[in-house]
């Protein structure tokens, strides 16, 4: 169990890093806006507080290093969320890494950001008061597959070693 524990957290590292270079083509090649982790790191600086929704993340107060702590929950969740597919999949799916439980299973996390993190910036349920909610939700979906193919590339080099 430890191997997949430490070969989770690598997948997911390695998903994560697959999304930012993601969001850093799409921003050169279309234009899109890069995620903006300071406002990420702003509200789970005040999840101390009780604090889980707000109406505009932006007029809330500051918090000390919110951009560092929002690139630290990035990477964080998805570390996090590796070491859970891997401990859910078990040695026999890292041995033999396939895409499309990954896949599922990267969709399904999209849940937390629909409908904790999206409310909690004030974005509402889904990005339902975003511009453009529709094109907001499929970038997402496209990211968390692309978080799904950086994690199984990962898993195709390192999880074979997970039962050694």
Do not use: C
């Not at 109406?55 to 630290?72: H, Q, S």
Request: net charge positive; aromatic share 12%.
């Amino acid at each position: 169990m430890g191997g997949s524990i430490i070969i989770g957290a690598l997948m997911g590292l390695g998903g994560t890093v697959f999304m930012d270079l993601w969001a850093i083509v799409l921003h050169r090649v279309v234009g899109n806006p890069r995620p903006n982790w300071a406002m990420v790191g702003r509200w789970a600086g005040h999840l101390p507080e009780g604090q889980i929704f707000h109406d505009k993340i932006a007029d809330v107060a500051p918090v000390r290093d919110e951009l560092r702590l929002g690139w630290a929950v990035h990477y964080g969740v998805g570390v996090i969320y590796g070491i859970v597919f891997a401990v859910i999949a078990g040695a026999s799916w890292l041995a033999e890494p396939t895409f499309l439980p990954i896949w599922i299973y990267s969709i399904l996390t999209i849940a937390a950001g629909w409908f904790l993190l999206h409310p909690g910036l004030g974005m509402g349920w889904a990005a339902s008061k975003s511009p453009n909610p529709w094109k907001t939700r499929g970038f997402g979906l496209l990211a968390h597959t692309v978080f799904a193919l950086g994690m199984w590339v990962v898993a195709l080099v390192l999880g074979p070693l997970a039962g050694t």
